[in-house]
């Protein structure tokens, strides 16, 4: 089932940070350790269900759009050169397209275009675990983007994430890819889960 935060992100499950864990039902604490394994891709079943999940709500999210091109970007982890679990699903689902499986297993008759590096840190940021939670100003200033004239590709654009808390991250990344010719009109966010 897809969710939809105030702010229009889409997201899968909800995530129950481990501080909350003694208010909350076995199920939701077994949901949120599977996001967190997938987040540290500790379990391969885990990073292959969580990737199904995104590219059948991919599918569903742009069943209408007038694009048959959809472009999958990342957001950028915190760190400088710490590898994302979510441009490795970009990469599977980019696969699955490139096999005929994303039509063939989902259904889905749009291109996968791989931008899972579009957007990287140039500088670290803060997360919860660390302090202050990083602005929407210094999140910003440490994203780079790779490419400009974005409406070129008459894409698209799906901004994927892990976990979604407040939504600073991929706020961010959506101005970034407007500033870089992205059209507003044909951009989504989605999560796997967003914090409760």
Not at 40 to 56: P, S, V
Request: include cysteine.
């Amino acid at each position: 089932m897809i969710n939809q935060t105030k702010d229009g992100i889409y997201y899968l499950h909800n995530y129950t940070p481990v501080r909350r864990f003694n208010y909350c039902s076995e199920e939701e604490v077994a949901m949120s350790r599977q996001i967190w394994a997938y987040k540290n891709k500790d379990d391969e079943d885990t990073f292959n269900t969580f990737t199904n999940e995104m590219m059948r709500a991919i599918v569903k999210i742009t069943n209408n759009s007038a694009s048959d091109k959809i472009a999958l970007v990342a957001v950028p982890p915190s760190k400088v050169g710490k590898k994302s679990t979510i441009a490795e699903s970009i990469r599977v689902m980019k696969n699955w397209y490139d096999q005929g499986f994303a039509q063939s297993c989902f259904g889905c008759n749009k291109r996968i275009m791989d931008f899972s590096t579009l957007l990287t840190r140039a500088s670290n940021v803060n997360t919860s675990h660390e302090g202050p939670r990083a602005t929407y100003d210094e999140h910003k200033k440490s994203i780079v983007c790779s490419r400009d004239r974005l409406f070129r590709y008459r894409a698209v654009f799906i901004i994927l994430d892990d976990v979604t808390t407040t939504g600073t991250i991929m706020n961010v990344c959506k101005d970034i890819l407007i500033e870089q010719g992205a059209k507003k009109q044909y951009m989504y966010r989605l999560a796997i889960a967003q914090t409760v």
